[in-house]
T-cell receptor, first 109, second 114 residues
């Protein structure tokens, strides 16, 4: 079992839909990253969370430390949101991060 | 400056070539990382430098040789690579310590070994 699990692996939705991507982890973490990677591109950090909720534009990220679970929400989704979204756990024991396998999001116009 | 800059963006090299990848940041981050990412896979950690010293080497073959000449610069020297080493090579930086300041990733160098 991976230490960081994401779901779903693939998600196709219509433009305008509300999107939720989930991340569960089984390790002790100091923080959790949500990352975005467009096809063939580098990685952009969207959020770093250690508690609660953060919002940036149409993106919202939440984390529940007790339940070891985080979610990334996209409101009013748009085709340009199509990308791979990766959850990455920053371990509290060393300078390592463990990546989830990513969620491939495709927003149809 | 809040970016990690990687050069070149694309590199094609033969198996007998020697080349280098470069990574630069001016955010005062004292931890820098090299990751390798194959298509449709999450990044895999290769090396970590903390305060310009190699702190983690994830059993990477010696044909990859990292170098951190100063606190802003990280190089990855490549020699006698194999076609299976073709991948996206990502550099990242952070403050030293768990999650402090978060990670900033570069846009990567797409390497093709022919």
């Amino acid at each position: 079992k991976n230490e960081v699990e994401q779901s779903p692996q693939n998600l196709t939705a219509q433009e305008g839909e509300f999107i939720t991507i989930n991340c569960s982890y089984s390790v002790g973490i100091s923080a959790l990253h949500w990352l975005q990677q467009h096809p063939g591109g580098g990685i952009v950090s969207l959020f770093m969370l250690s508690s609660g909720k953060k919002k940036h534009g149409r993106l919202i990220a939440t984390i529940n430390i007790q339940e070891k679970h985080s979610s990334l929400h996209i409101t009013a989704s748009h085709p340009r949101d199509s990308a791979v979204y990766i959850c990455a756990a920053l371990l509290n024991r060393d300078d390592k991060i463990i990546f989830g396998k990513g969620t491939r999001l495709h927003i149809l116009p | 400056d809040t970016e990690v800059t990687q050069t070149p963006k694309h590199l094609v090299m033969g198996m007998t070539n020697k080349k280098s990848l470069k990574c630069e940041q001016h955010m005062g981050h004292r931890a820098m990382y090299w990751y390798k990412q194959k298509a449709k896979k999450p990044p895999e950690l290769m090396f970590v430098y903390s305060y310009e010293k190699l702190s983690i080497n994830e059993s990477v073959p010696s044909r990859f040789s990292p170098e951190c000449p100063n606190s802003s610069l990280l190089n990855l020297h490549l020699h006698a690579l194999q076609p299976e080493d073709s991948a996206l090579y990502l550099c990242a930086s952070s403050q030293v310590g768990q999650g402090v300041g978060g990670y900033t990733f570069g846009s990567g160098t797409r390497l093709t070994v022919v």
